[in-house]
């Protein structure tokens, strides 16, 4: 639906927050509560989203399109050209004026913008480039913005927005470039991943080179992210996790977002929703909704590929392509590798003590500090952060296991997987009952629940 009509601001807010929440290099909030007078302060649900600082501290962001009018033609998309929706556009202005207001009224600190392509990629980065230029030259804005680069754009347009943002994104959209042209055929992955090169380079030169000025800006001081949509199309977890390497290899990527595909439209060369890989014994179960739980393996995966010094071949191969449901990546690991193990705490160096299940990068990083004094037993770890109810199957201090059990896979799997442990809502241990994730569950696998739980795995 064309919006012929005049938007105030407010309507547009609502039109272009809504757009944006199937970008998931934040997180989205949705809270709105108004002041009854009897206390202090009010939030709003429009466009609100928390992302996380490089001190790790979580932050409010106003997350809006410029434009949910689209020229292209995505077949995964909602702002679709062929889709019939209410479109809108802001002026670099009312961004600005949105962005101060809410900050004055303590809303936000910072802003996240992206935007649908309008006219072309070049006029629609330039949109952008005029909003942040006005944000930080004349409102002074010094919070943190963060904003897409739009494939296809003229590079000294890309170029310029990089000195005035702390972190620019260009989203890959999807894992393999067979895809990209079936669903998005006004894309190539050569496009996009030009942009990703330049922000790249540039973000090297500009940490490099000997700038004579003592308060010349840094370009994208926070790096770069992409997001890829995840079960739209049939590529296995081992095709996603590899991509996600090579680009941490290749473009010294801060982060790769996985978003589970939404199916907001009806169309025919969109993929069948897969079936989810669970235990060998057990039939696969089909997929009847959003792959959110295939989405936290994914996760899950990233954070051993960044942190726990894995490679992508090591947690998934050409027989084993799919995550196992029932247990988390390095757990899935660590049972196929049963010679490697168990490992004694006290002598492991910092890089084996990672690959132990239940053993985080801090509890390593204790572990190594306090055995230099004393030796370590089971109570000592525990206190330091070390999840026992998986670590024990893996484990020995001063040469003892916890208590007696067998090194075997079967053994370790059934107990790993026994129905007291807190398995994901819906699934039994016996594979007999699987039912679609549910937002009102006692126990949500929404997006943020999902990235606070894989910190130790």
């Known amino acids: 639906m064309d919006s012929l009509l005049e938007m105030n601001v407010g309507e547009k807010l609502q039109v272009l927050a809504d757009a944006a929440k199937y970008d998931v290099s934040c ?8 002041s009854t007078g009897s206390g202090i302060g009010n939030a709003t649900a429009s466009g609100i989203c928390h992302s996380f600082a490089g001190d790790g501290r979580c932050i409010s962001l106003l997350k809006i399109l410029v434009s949910n009018d689209c020229v292209y033609d995505c077949k995964y998309c909602v702002n679709r050209v062929s889709n019939d929706v209410p479109r809108a556009t802001f002026s670099p202005q009312e961004i600005c004026d949105l962005t101060i207001g809410f900050y004055r009224r303590n809303y936000i600190e910072g802003l996240f913008l992206s935007s649908g392509v309008v006219n072309n990629a070049s006029y629609t980065m330039e949109l952008i480039y005029t909003t942040v230029r006005l944000l930080r030259d004349v409102h002074r804005f010094k919070g943190y913005i963060h904003v897409k680069a739009i494939p296809g754009a003229d590079p000294l347009i890309i170029e310029k927005t990089g000195f005035l943002v702390d972190r620019m994104s260009c989203n890959l959209e999807l894992p393999t470039a067979d895809s990209l042209k079936l669903l998005a055929p006004n894309k190539t992955r050569q496009t996009i991943l030009k942009p990703m090169r330049q922000i790249q380079n540039r973000i090297t030169q500009s940490k490099n080179e000997l700038i004579p000025f003592k308060h010349a800006p840094d370009f994208v001081p926070a ?3 992409t997001q890829m949509i995840i079960g739209a199309t049939p590529e296995t977890d081992y095709q996603i996790v590899s991509v996600a390497e090579s680009l941490y ?5 801060k ?3 996985y978003s589970a595909y939404i199916p907001v439209n009806q169309d025919n060369t969109l993929s069948a929703l897969p079936t989810v890989s669970a235990l060998p014994t057990v039939p696969a179960l089909p997929q009847t909704g959003p792959p959110l739980l295939r989405e936290h393996r994914l996760y899950q995966a990233d954070w051993l590929l960044r942190f726990y010094g894995f490679k992508a071949d090591e947690l998934l191969s050409e027989k084993q ?5 029932f247990l988390d990546p390095k757990c899935n690991w660590a049972l196929q590798h049963l010679e490697q193990f168990p490992i004694e705490i006290n002598k492991a160096d910092y890089y084996t003590l990672l690959r132990i299940p239940g053993v985080g990068v801090t509890s390593a990083k204790r572990i190594c500090q306090a055995r230099k004094f004393n030796l370590l037993d089971f109570d000592d ?3 330091m952060g070390v999840v026992l109810k998986r670590a024990l199957y893996f484990i020995t201090c001063k040469g003892k296991l916890m208590y007696p059990i067998k090194i075997d896979e079967n053994y370790i799997t059934r107990n790993l997987v026994d129905p007291k442990e807190r398995l994901p809502k819906g699934i039994s241990s016996d594979g ?3 039912k679609q994730l549910s937002l009102f569950d006692d126990y949500h696998f929404t997006h943020d629940n999902l990235l606070e739980n894989q910190v130790v795995i």
Do not use: A, C, D, M
């Open 27 to 34: 997180s989205s909030s949705g809270v709105k509560r108004s």
């Open 223 to 225: 790096g770069q992210s």
């Open 249 to 253: 290899n290749k473009f010294s990527l």
């Open 255 to 257: 982060r790769v977002y």
């Open 321 to 325: 392509q799919n995550f196992n449901i």
């Open 381 to 383: 770890i525990k206190k």
């Open 432 to 434: 007999n009952i699987y």
